[in-house]
């Protein structure tokens, strides 16, 4: 037993609803009555579900027990998904060639005690015949209309198996004998099943790992504006302390400057006496002479301070140009967390005439078009969109609109706005 309860329950449970069960009838005198629930009357809905495997593999290969136990879980989730608390228990068998699966279904709001009801097929025969002779048809032709109804809901029924069962587990939809495949063509048959069970595997892992990505990119973002402050600080203090420094040094020149001319002046005066023509001949040879090294010297002190200033300004861009490379980074992995959370929210979604996808929210657009990211999301993107539309078919109304809230959410707390990048131009 792997679910509900144990046989002997089911069949206490099922004969407690027997007991009570009543159906109405019309008497001959024109009354109505209840009379209790026919020996003939179907009141127990089965299901077997097989695997593939060998019992004997099942057992034996951890491999073949992984994809074994993942095949029950998502038998489970069908049945419950298709009869709900009807759905009374579930047995596994691992007695015979195959594992299998037995489920029991019971009637148990229905006063009438009608299993047949249970199977959606048998239902869909049930209206379609009623509607026939509603339009006035015969009982053969209602008949008709509801063989046909039956075998399109089996057929539908079967298919949907396959999606939410048989995909996932890498099972083919038919066999080789059905549809006359040589063993090379069935071999590729099943190779592709596979392929597509580990993709879709691995989708999940990745939606699953959505929220994790968000928070940490939320993070980085936090402690990269940290550290721009922290360095936006030094550099100013780096600033002011330089230009200090210039300043100082700008006096030192001048007092120095103003030394060596007194010193000039003092010597010149003490020789005046004794060479006056050819002092004032040396003393005009000298000052030139002064001129030219101080303009000289000042030139060269102006390169290097050029070229030390052009020298910064480089490291500066530099290191302006990496943030930027990050910060572009950054915009790009969250505007592509944000496409695809987009699939579940509605803001993603398959256009309504042509293939592939299209993002309907204008402002995620242009941040996608500014990226130019667009093609490499292409083929994530429909992956996506392929399991999302596979797991809405798996929730209910509800469900769905609780977990598209849930996602909108997500992106309202850990979306990065797309101003704090445009000043920086990064979609040049």
């Known amino acids: 037993m792997i679910a509900g309860v144990s046989p002997q329950e089911v069949q206490r449970l099922h004969d407690e609803m027997v007991a009570v069960g009543s159906v109405a009838v019309t008497l001959k005198d024109g009354r109505s009555a209840r009379r209790g629930i026919r020996a003939d009357r179907h009141t127990l809905l089965t299901a077997v579900a097989s695997h593939p495997h060998l019992t004997a593999q099942v057992m034996e290969n951890p491999e073949a027990r992984r994809d074994y136990d993942a095949w029950v879980e998502r038998n489970l989730t069908f049945l419950r998904g298709l009869f709900g608390e009807r759905l009374v228990s579930v047995i596994e068998h691992v007695d015979e060639e195959h594992p299998h699966l037995h489920a029991y279904v019971l009637p148990l709001d229905d006063p009438a005690c009608s299993a047949r009801d249970l199977n959606p097929c048998w239902l869909a025969k049930s209206e379609a015949e009623a509607g026939a002779r509603g339009e006035g048809h015969d009982d053969k032709t209602a008949v008709k209309h509801g063989n046909h109804a039956y075998r399109t809901r089996a057929r539908e029924l079967q298919d949907q198996y396959h999606r939410e069962v048989g995909l996932p587990s890498g099972l083919t939809r038919t066999g080789p004998k059905r549809e006359r495949l040589s063993r090379q063509q069935w071999r590729a048959r099943k190779d592709e099943a596979s392929r597509n069970a580990r993709t879709l595997r691995q989708m999940e892992e990745m939606v699953s790992d959505l929220t994790d990505q968000e928070d940490a990119l939320s993070a980085s973002a936090e402690r990269m504006a940290r550290d721009l402050e922290t360095r936006l600080h030094q550099a100013e203090g780096l600033h002011a302390e330089a230009e200090a420094e210039r300043s100082a040094a700008a006096q030192d020149r001048a007092v120095a400057t103003a030394s060596r001319k007194k010193a000039v ?150 979306d990065l706005p797309a101003s704090a990048f445009r000043n920086r131009e990064i979609g040049r």
């Open 265 to 414: 002046a003092l010597r010149l005066a003490a020789e005046e006496e004794v060479r006056k023509i050819r002092s004032a001949a040396e003393q005009k040879a000298t000052d030139l002479i002064s001129a030219a090294e101080e303009i000289r010297a000042a030139a060269g002190r102006e390169a290097e301070a050029g070229a030390r200033r052009l020298q910064d300004d480089r490291q500066v861009f530099e290191a302006e140009k990496a943030v930027i490379a990050r910060r572009v980074a950054q915009e790009a992995a969250a505007v592509a967390v944000l496409v695809i959370v987009g699939v579940l929210t509605g803001k993603v979604g398959r256009p309504a005439q042509g293939s592939g996808w299209e993002i309907r929210d204008r402002a995620l657009r242009e941040r996608v078009e500014a990226l130019q990211i667009g093609p490499a999301l292409r083929e994530a993107l429909t992956v996506v969109t392929s399991l999302w539309d596979r797991l809405k078919a798996r929730l209910s109304a509800p469900e769905l609109a609780r977990e598209q809230e849930n996602a909108a959410e997500r992106v309202r707390e850990h």
